[in-house]
């Protein structure tokens, strides 16, 4: 069991950047797999981007090039880096561990933070 608190989102402009973090509770146990999900009003939940311990990455190709995921190497904390933000980028962002233990993958969710994109 681990508690997820993610903190960083706002109000900006387009153009603008923030910088999400996740913390969980304790230290993950390996392997796992980090990530970020968001879900804008009246849309499916979207995956935007993972970290695994081994530190591969994958990205929505929405935000390729504009968003950098990153974790703190033995730790019990990652970061989305949102850059080049855009309306459309508007959404609850919610942060995710998929931890293995005991042979099998346990899925946590923090509680979601609200980043607004506008003019």
């Known amino acids: 069991q681990v508690q997820l608190v993610e903190s960083g989102g706002g109000l900006v402009q387009p153009g603008g950047s923030l910088r999400l973090s996740c913390v969980g509770s304790?230290?993950?146990?390996?392997?796992?797999?980090m990530g970020w999900f968001r879900q804008a009003p009246g849309k499916s939940r979207e995956l935007v981007a993972t970290i695994s311990s081994s530190d591969t990455i994958n990205y929505a190709d929405s935000v390729k090039g504009r968003f950098t995921i990153s974790r703190d190497t033995g730790k019990d904390t990652f970061y989305l880096q949102m850059n080049s933000l855009r309306p459309e980028d508007t959404a609850v962002y919610f942060c995710?561990?998929?931890?293995?233990?005991?042979?099998?993958?346990?899925?946590?969710w923090g509680q979601g933070t609200q980043v607004t994109v506008s003019s």
């Open positions: 304790r230290n993950f146990f390996s392997p796992n797999i």
């Open positions: 995710t561990v998929d931890e293995q233990r005991f042979g099998l993958f346990r899925t946590y």
